[in-house]
């Protein structure tokens, strides 16, 4: 087993390793040279795109076909895109992996999960005119250069806004680079450019000359948390500056004749230099190392490291953390390097395993915390398994240790060895994955498709897994060559196992895709109503979508869909669509009544409802204010009724309303008629008679003194007695016709409706003596006690007592002793005497 230390680099103070991650990464017939090559960040897919200034041998038409092959940083194609805009001039890539490509023109297109689904954007006008000429990336955004050298800005990819940004120096560019905003003072991203001897930096509202001398400058790269900058001068030499231009840090000669083809950062404390098959190292203070190759070298940088990538082999560089530096460091004697030899000595047999636990007893939990610690940024699964070992020996050793960050840490280790693996090709370091977090890796693995694996770590994480079974079946749903009832199943089967997975958005991608009979059966699985029938409805399942949102009771869900079929059906075929359906059919019926009667008639008419029909043109007759009109349209509606004879008392009722009708505007054309007016009170004003029912207009004319033209109304409209009699006896009470009520009850022989109202009415409205005097001698059915308490309620005590003789109620008379007044005493103690002598 190779030692820990072996390929470690000491530049100035810090220790730096070349760890070999892949081999036989790419063909032969992939000459490097010839491609831009793009790198996402956390150690993510790569894109490779022929570079079309470079001149290449013919091949066929299929070879001179344009495309963007994704590659994993194994080698590993994992997707080719066509490319039909133009010139590349732009490839990158943002935080969560999406593919950004900007075409000469100013077309951008962003790809999301490694697919070929893109969504499109422009630069704008200024670009369209002047061509792109470069692009720079940041985790979220992007600035393009064109070729008037005006700096367009994107900040955004979800909502990509373009912006230019303040009008550089016309002179040309050698070279330039940008400062994302999170790293900048105005927190707007700021552009460096190399321009003659100088360097001008440009945001959204200045362009500043930094007034350098020593230009012109063939590289700038700033480093990823924005605190420096590196420069490559005109002879040769590379400068480490803080990116406010105040302090120059370091300065390296490379003593090469010719310029680099790239410069990058590794990490924030060192800088690379690539020619083509030569790569220096340059660390703090100017010191340096250099590898050497057999291929085309091209770098890829990340927040960590950089990437080195040649045909055969992928490495990755990479300061060494203070952590494995103290552990592994040649003669450390530091508590964790002490514990790892203690381990190693147990392994042994060798007594020298408690001397060394001895040794460090009293920093032994700093010592595990460190093993752990290291063990993360181990590639080597032996040296994890030491260093974990080693931890676990020193837990064993103390009283009391919390072993969360040991079991969290052996999860972490678990799953980088998985993802490193050269099928899979995320090689992750242990900072990536913490700044990557395992629920984004899990997002990047199911946009690879590994979907086993991504459940496998889901479960290990304890992390949801219905997104990963969700893309599965969308991918399924998109390029299964299976029929669409064995797709239905296979997607059912595997999803139905797991919980709180909806059916929808998979439901969406086939129909998408054109497999509507696939859509629909997958949504017969679908338990909510609210995502089942807005997707119907989409794919003109209307009738489909009817039944769903019915089964659900929502009834906004059948609002919708009745709606939507309205909208998309002719008018029958939306009546003969509902008719089978009794809650569809009243739902339209109540919502029509309010808002859409004429649709109403036509679906009475549709389902031969002749008495609803009917009742609706009366409804709408009377809501006329002309007579004429209204009359004239109760006619539709009689004609309706008169066909069938079960409806002949609806005609009936038209036939009276319109005979009504008839009589109300004779009675409003006689300007006569007003009501009586009290004494004392001004004069009342005219009542119009129209649309009142009939009992309300007998009552009003009563009211009125019509007496004659009430009853002929009672004649024509064949009103019961009873009903005409109480019209006008609370038409007469509520008038204070008195008189007419006493000449009444006293030629009045017979009542339908009884004395007895007569007398509660006439009381009621507090006229006592008519109602004792005329109205309860009248109630000759009732027994003279009853007629003795209506007497008493009027206050004729004389009466009541006459009544209670005749009941012989000496009780009765007794209480009314206290009552009587006047001559009233008298009376009564007459009877009450009479009563006893006849006893």
């Known amino acids: ?97 999406k593919l950004l490509v900007v075409a000469q023109d100013g077309a951008v297109r962003c790809y999301s999960d490694l ?29 393009a250069m064109l070729g008037d050298n005006r700096l367009v800005e994107v900040s955004n990819y979800v909502e990509p806004r373009p912006r230019v ?113 030569e790569v220096h190292l340059l660390g703090p203070n100017g010191a340096a190392t250099k590898y050497y190759y057999d291929s085309w070298v091209h770098l890829v940088p990340d927040v960590d490291g950089l990437r080195i990538f040649t045909n055969d082999v992928c490495e990755f560089v990479q300061g060494i953390a203070d952590v494995t530096e103290d552990t592994f460091k040649v003669g450390s004697t530091s508590p964790s390097a002490v514990l790892l030899d203690a381990v190693e000595q147990l392994e042994k047999r060798s007594p020298k395993a408690d001397d060394n636990i001895q040794l460090i007893k009293p920093n032994l939990i700093h010592a595990v915390d460190s093993c752990i610690a290291a063990a993360g940024y181990e590639y080597s699964i032996h040296w994890q398994k030491q260093l974990l070992k080693a931890a676990s020996f020193g837990k064993t050793v103390l009283d009391l240790y919390d072993s969360d960050d040991f079991v969290s840490m052996v999860e972490s280790i678990r799953v980088l060895n998985a993802v490193r693996f050269f099928e899979i090709g995320l090689p992750l370091s242990y900072d990536q994955y913490i700044r990557l977090t395992p629920e984004r890796l899990i997002t990047r693995l199911v946009a690879r498709h590994e979907y086993l694996l991504a459940v496998r770590l889901s479960d290990t994480l304890r ?56 859509a629909t059966q997958l949504l017969n699985h679908e338990p909510l109503a609210g995502k089942q029938v807005p997707l119907l409805l989409s794919m003109d ?66 389902d031969d409802r002749r008495n609803d029909g009917a009742m609706l043109l009366y409804a709408d007759a009377l809501a006329q204010k002309d007579t004429q009109t209204t009359l004239a349209r109760l006619r539709p509606a009689l004609n309706l009724l008169q066909e069938t004879k079960d409806l002949a008392p609806q005609a009936r009722l038209v036939e009276d309303t319109a005979k009504l009708l008839r009589a109300q505007e004779a009675l409003d054309a006689d300007e006569s008629l007003r009501p009586p007016s009290a004494e004392g009170q001004e004069p009342q004003q005219r009542v119009r008679f129209k649309g009142l029912p009939l009992n309300e207009t007998i009552y009003r004319l009563f009211l009125m003194g019509q007496g004659k033209r009430a009853l002929k109304l009672q004649a024509e409209h064949k009103m019961s007695e009873r009903a005409f009699w109480w019209l006008r006896l609370r038409a007469q009470v509520a008038g204070r016709s008195w008189r007419d009520l006493e000449e009444f009850g006293t030629k009045t022989k017979k009542s339908p409706i009884g004395w007895e109202a007569f007398f509660n009415e006439v009381l009621g409205a507090g006229n006592s003596k008519l109602a004792g005097s005329v109205f309860v001698p009248k109630c000759t059915g009732l027994t003279p006690r009853e007629r003795a308490d209506m007497y008493l309620r009027c206050g004729m005590i004389a009466k009541a007592a006459e009544e209670g003789a005749k009941a012989k109620d000496g009780e009765f008379l007794e209480s009314l002793r206290g009552k009587a007044q006047g001559r009233e005493v008298a009376e009564v103690e007459r009877l009450i005497n009479v009563l006893a002598k006849g006893r």
């Open 463 to 518: 992390l949801p897994t219905d997104r990963i079974y969700v893309h599965w079946a969308c991918e399924k749903a998109r390029r299964a060559a299976e029929d669409d009832e064995a797709t239905a199943r296979l997607i059912v089967n595997k999803i139905s196992t797991q919980r709180g997975i909806s059916y929808d958005e998979v439901a969406r991608v086939a129909f998408d895709e054109g497999r509507t009979h696939l």
């Open 541 to 606: 399942q209307g009738a489909l979508a009817l039944d769903k949102a019915i089964e659900s009771g929502d009834t906004d869900l059948v609002l919708i869909s009745l709606l939507h079929l309205r909208q998309k059906l002719p008018l029958a075929s939306f009546f003969r669509t509902i008719n089978s359906r009794p809650v569809a059919t009243a739902l339209v019926e109540a919502t029509a009544r309010a808002d859409d009667r004429e649709m109403l008639k036509d679906l009475y008419y549709q």
């Open 1 to 97: 087993m190779s030692k820990p230390t072996d390929g470690w680099e000491k530049l100035g103070d810090r220790y730096y390793r070349k760890i070999q991650l892949y081999t036989s990464v790419f063909d032969e017939d992939i000459e490097l040279e010839n491609y831009i090559i793009s790198g996402a960040p956390y150690s993510g897919a790569l894109a490779l795109h022929r570079d079309e200034s470079k001149i290449r041998a013919f091949r066929g038409g299929d070879a001179a076909r344009s495309s963007i092959d994704i590659y994993s940083s194994a080698g590993k194609l994992i997707r080719r895109l066509d490319w039909d805009q133009g010139i590349i001039k732009g490839l990158g890539w943002s935080e969560d992996e």
């Open 115 to 143: 697919s070929d689904d893109f969504t499109p954007f422009s630069l704008g006008h200024e670009a369209e005119e002047q061509g792109v000429v470069e692009c720079r990336f940041w985790a979220t955004g992007f600035v």
């Open 165 to 277: 940004l303040a009008t550089p120096p016309s002179d040309e560019v050698m070279s330039w680079s940008i400062v994302p905003p999170a790293y900048s003072l105005s927190r707007s991203v700021e552009v460096l450019l190399a321009i003659g001897q100088t360097i001008n930096v440009v945001d959204v509202n200045d362009s500043e000359d930094r007034m350098l001398q020593n230009g012109p400058f063939r590289h700038i790269c700033v480093s990823p948390n924005g605190k420096f900058v590196a420069l490559y001068t005109e002879d040769a030499k590379v400068w480490v500056i803080s990116s406010d231009f105040q302090d120059k840090l370091s300065e390296y000669d490379t003593k090469v004749k010719s310029v680099p083809k790239d410069m990058q950062w590794c990490g924030n404390d060192a800088v690379i230099l690539a020619w083509e098959d």
